[in-house]
């Protein structure tokens, strides 16, 4: 029996802890080759989080279905989402087929990482950032909403600990 598990107890065909097998269902929008070999400085958010922002170039790829032959065309139809963008999410098996009918477009994006293991968080496109940057007063108005909400819920909190506390009277109850 040793002999048949011993290549799983050496380790065969591992060296060492695998960041991207815990991404694995995770495709993104914009892809990145990273790490980037041509980017801007890598600035941090701030001093107390633990993240990196940068600027590289990047890539998004989008499946034109007119491309494709009949048979993987009506693949596609059926495991499609409502999407208004056809992109290439990996449910179509890998054929020259599928590779010609991907057009790629290459564009400038904003990537986030973390600092201490510069494991990819996130990127961006120029589009995406422009687009939240146009809903950052939406956004503040919703997170003052949410810190009203919890500070009238500690301050009820608090007040009902206070009044709970000077009625509370223990009366032993004869049966």
Known sequence: MSFFLSDLRLGWRTRGWRWDSCQRGRRRWVHINYPPRERSTALKLHEKYDKLIFVCNGYIDRLEPKRLPERQRRRLECNRRASPLARYDGKLPWTQAVQSAIRRTHTPCLGFAQAHSHHLLEAFSMEEVLALERLVPEIRQAFQE???????????????????????VVVPQDH
Not at 147 to 154: A, P, Q, R
């Open 146 to 168: 949410v810190f009203n909400e919890v500070k009238l819920t500690f301050f009820l909190f608090f007040f009902i600990s206070l009044l709970l506390e000077r009625e509370v």
